[in-house]
């Protein structure tokens, strides 16, 4: 099967599970528990903001609106959130997760510091998302639709770690002929963030519900210009522009606008791949792993009717931005293709971390 028909089967199944119902209501009472939600990231990223935003709805849906209290275990780019939860063993529905691309990616790549299972946990709900590339005020003057001009420039970027979502746009980066030195080892893109208003960083990304209660300050203050969007992933497998930036260029189209960058060839696969394993089903919310099966669709059925309600189109596109929720079946369809990069791309990944981040995987 060729790269293209696989992306194009991809994202076909994408689209189709956003369609997928949630199962038949569960006979569960959860009056006067406390649901501890925990998110491997810092309380300032984007994974933050995802989770805060569909917390307070979850206690509404869930029969007897349980509390349901975010917390945050960040460390080793999320790896030690993630190895934390696949030691949960409490099956109740009071230990939620929250997976990303960044929980996503050292999973994918075997990275040593992984000791987590993705096909142990029990996915109840997944979000897409985007993701937009921003420079400071000096280089913001200097980009004109292309990397032409920031070609002799030296950029300083905050990165959580070189097999965590930041490969997403370091790889970017470098097909762009761009000069970044990546700070690795924040604890999540909000401390990017940070570095970058405070004038460490010159260059910075964003996931969507960072950029649009975080970074799109800066935008507007001036003190920071948006450069790209990654996109987003059309039926037919092409790279789209994302619908919460229709206005803002692709990574694809500021690539052909660049001498040099090319959008064909193993580079751009291995880009492609991982930005469909890392954006379309980009966060995931999980149970652990024996959880009563009763207790897992009650979860997914609180999601649907979130889903479902009149408003909730307008609420998440302000916070979250305009992508898919899958429940359910939905759900599960949506990890397998999180968690799924044909060989080559992997190995391109693998060669390029070592040969520029001296990352062995091997």
Request: hydrophobic content about 40%; charged content about 20%.
């Amino acid at each position: 099967m060729t790269k293209f028909k696989f992306t194009q089967r991809v994202a076909a199944a994408m689209i189709a599970t956003a369609a997928l119902v949630a199962p038949a209501q569960a006979d569960v009472d959860m009056s006067g528990k406390t649901i501890e939600w925990t998110i491997p990231f810092s309380e300032t990223g984007g994974s933050a903001k995802w989770a805060n935003f569909f917390a307070p709805l979850l206690s509404e849906a869930l029969p007897g609106n349980p509390t349901v209290v975010v917390k945050f275990m960040p460390g080793a780019g999320s790896t030690k959130g993630a190895n934390w939860f696949q030691e949960q063993t409490n099956g109740d529905g009071t230990v939620m997760f929250g997976s990303s691309g960044s929980t996503q990616f050292p999973y994918l790549l075997g990275d040593p510091r992984v000791r987590y299972e993705y096909n142990d946990w029990e996915p109840v709900m997944a979000t897409g998302t985007g993701g937009v590339a921003y420079l400071n005020a000096e280089a913001g003057a200097k980009f004109d639709g292309s990397a032409n001009n920031l070609q002799d420039m030296t950029f300083i970027y905050g990165n959580q770690g070189a097999t965590r979502l930041d490969l997403i746009p370091a790889l970017a980066w470098k097909m762009l002929g761009m000069n970044v030195e990546h700070v690795l080892g924040i604890k999540g893109r909000g401390d990017g963030r940070k570095m970058f208003e405070s004038g460490e960083a010159t260059i910075d990304y964003q996931t969507s519900s960072g950029y649009l209660k975080g970074s799109m300050e800066l935008v507007e203050a001036g003190k920071a210009v948006p450069m790209m969007s990654w996109g987003s992933l059309a039926a037919d497998g092409s790279i789209v522009r994302d619908p919460t930036f229709p206005d803002m260029p692709t990574f694809k189209e500021v690539c052909e606008a660049t001498d040099g960058c090319e959008t064909s060839g193993p580079e751009w696969d291995a880009w492609k791949a991982f930005f469909v394993a890392g954006f379309p089903s980009q966060k995931i919310a999980f149970l652990p792993a024996g959880t009563d099966q009763e207790i897992v669709d009650t979860f997914a059925n609180a999601f649907a009717k979130i889903r479902a309600r009149d408003d909730f189109a307008e609420i998440s596109a302000a916070r979250l931005g305009k992508y898919p929720m899958y429940v359910g079946e939905g759900a599960e369809a949506a990890l397998a293709t999180a968690i799924t990069v044909d060989d080559t791309a992997k190995d391109f990944v693998v060669n390029w971390l070592k040969d520029d981040f001296g990352v062995s995987l091997n």
